[in-house]
């Protein structure tokens, strides 16, 4: 089919707004002649044939995003029950030129604990930091790299932020003593191990 012959033949016509921009995406549709449904249509033809592949794909979308949104949900409620996230340090460490570092740093390592019975390969989720009051200090977004077998714990290398003076919440982060701290995880996603 020669979409191009058709939309040349029919540069007289009038189209409204809305349906030329349905033509126009369905002949910038890459694959429009070859899942187009018959070789020759009219104008009105394709317009109806483009709005119900616009809508086909609509739903598509909304069926893969939910079931993704589903998965997530369920590796969430594993992860919740399975992970335990706690913070074992939290240091500044000002500028040093003789150690190579010359900005001022906050460094805070953490310790993974699989308390499930299946490996983790993968997570990631948000760490956020709360004052006495509940008020959030910080909150930052974590991704481990596993594996982390069952009854095991990891503890990774300290993660370090640039410290900024300018930040409230990195002062606030810094200066309050990390027993003074309530520390919430929350997963956001994960892998597991096939069985």
């Known amino acids: 089919m020669r979409l191009d012959s058709v939309l040349q033949a029919s540069d007289s016509l009038r189209l409204p707004l809305a349906a030329a921009r349905t033509l126009l995406a369905a002949a910038a549709d890459t694959g429009f002649a070859t899942r187009a449904p018959k070789d ?11 709005r119900a592949e616009a809508a086909r794909k609509r739903q598509a979308e909304t069926e893969q995003s939910a079931a993704e949104r589903a998965r997530q949900d369920l590796v969430r409620r594993e992860l919740d029950s399975t992970l335990v996230v706690t913070v074992v340090n939290k240091a500044f460490l000002a500028k040093d030129p ?19 019975t299946r490996t983790i390969n993968a997570f990631q989720g948000d760490v956020t930091f709360f004052d006495a009051f509940g008020d959030t200090i910080y909150s930052a977004h974590l991704k481990v790299d596993g594996p982390l077998r069952p009854g095991r714990t990891l503890r990774e290398p300290e993660r370090i932020i640039r410290y900024n003076p300018l930040r409230t919440a990195h002062q606030r982060l810094r200066n309050t003593p990390l027993s003074r701290m309530k520390v919430v995880w929350q997963s956001t996603d994960g892998i597991f191990a096939q069985p």
């Open 98 to 116: 003789e150690q190579e570092r010359y900005e001022d740093y906050i460094s805070l390592a953490f310790a993974y604990r699989n308390k499930g």
């Open 40 to 50: 020759t249509m009219t104008i009105t033809d394709i317009l109806a044939w483009a």
